[in-house]
T-cell receptor
């Protein structure tokens, strides 16, 4: 149990286009999900906290107009990278914490975004 | 604020060697502590966790003990295998509500046969 599914696993897009990444909790409800970004050989950087039915909370320095987060249901959060540029190329990972396993965080398998 | 400091890698060991990856933390309240492992091109997998002082987390031969007096959560394994080659992240979560994990910078481990 406590599986988070993230899609797509890899995506290549052209500069100026938008890309949507989905994060689904398959067997639990997630009122909160977290979006991280990971640069090569570096740690995970928290981008934002996604809250079901309300606005996401962005970390300092993260452009909310570029990284649009929508958490419309208790099992789905989406991250849309708008007007993507090569510097947006990165590994994006989502995470959620099932309430039934207190303190346990589950991660999606990540999305490798390459902007050409 | 909360923070995690872990030893920098890369760490290269021979098969069957003893592994220690140091991790210390700064936090208010009573955080929970975690070790995650990331294999190449994949997401993060929970390796082990501890939720209170003196708890020992263990899994797949790896162990870590929550030491409040030294604010540490060092990862150990008595005999590493080539398949243990990965990046290991120490992390903590706050003691309240839906707070995100705070990660250390990660330590890359390479085990050679």
């Amino acid at each position: 149990g406590a599986v988070v599914s993230q899609h797509p696993s890899r995506v290549i897009c052209k500069s100026g286009t938008s890309v949507k990444i989905e994060c689904r909790s398959l067997d639990f409800q997630a009122t909160t999900m977290f979006w991280y970004r990971q640069f090569p050989k570096q740690s995970l950087m928290l981008m934002a906290t996604s809250n079901e039915g309300s606005k996401a909370t962005y970390e300092q320095g993260v452009e909310k107009d570029k990284f649009l987060i929508n958490h419309a249901s208790l099992t789905l959060s989406t991250l849309t990278v708008t007007s993507a540029h090569p510097e947006d190329s990165s590994f994006y990972i989502c995470s959620a914490r099932p309430q039934t396993t207190f303190y346990g965080y589950t991660f999606g398998s990540g999305t490798r975004l390459t902007v050409v | 604020g909360n923070s995690v400091t872990q030893m920098e890698g890369p760490v290269t060991l021979s098969e069957e060697a003893f592994l220690t990856i140091n991790c210390t933390y700064t936090a208010t309240g009573y955080p929970s502590l975690f070790w995650y492992v990331q294999y190449p091109g994949e997401g993060l997998q929970l390796l082990l966790k501890a939720t209170k002082a003196d708890d020992k987390g263990s899994n797949k031969g790896f162990e870590a003990t929550y030491r409040k007096e030294t604010t540490s959560f060092h990862l150990e394994k008595g005999s590493v295998q080539v398949s243990d080659s990965a990046v290991y992240f120490c992390a903590l979560s706050g003691s309240s509500g839906n707070t995100p994990l705070v990660f250390g910078k990660g330590t890359r481990l390479s085990v050679i046969a």
